[in-house]
């Protein structure tokens, strides 16, 4: 099994900017990639940026440009530095990382929620 735990939500103004880490602990060893997703109020869960197993990142479209994804030197941290903060960023944001067993489940942690104010 593995755990991930987020930090670094808060409340920010619209133009701030927030970094979110997640750390991933148990069994490391079956994490493919990580990534983050959010949750706007009311709506589905979407990508928001994540790596793939060949170490590329893919970023949704509404935060390209305005936010970052990196890996910590350790391989089980990730993290999300999020500029520029409109609005419509508000959700609670999920770690996610991927077994490299096909068919498995993904893990995800339990959230930490972003909140910027306009």
């Known amino acids: 099994q593995v755990q991930l735990v987020e930090s670094g939500g808060g409340l920010v103004q619209a133009g701030g900017s927030l970094r979110l880490s997640c750390a991933a602990s148990?069994?490391?060893?079956?994490?493919?990639?990580m990534g983050w997703y959010r949750q706007p109020p009311g709506k589905v869960r979407e990508l928001v940026a994540r790596f793939t197993s060949g170490g590329s990142t893919i970023y949704a479209a509404s935060v390209k440009g305005r936010f970052t994804i990196s890996r910590g030197n350790a391989k089980n941290t990730v993290s999300l530095q999020m500029n520029s903060l409109k609005p419509e960023d508000t959700a609670v944001y999920y770690c996610?990382?991927?077994?490299?067993?096909?068919?498995?489940?993904?893990?995800w942690g339990k959230g930490t929620l972003v909140t910027v104010s306009s």
């Open positions: 148990g069994n490391i060893f079956s994490i493919n990639a």
């Open positions: 996610n990382a991927d077994s490299r067993v096909p068919g498995n489940p993904d893990y």
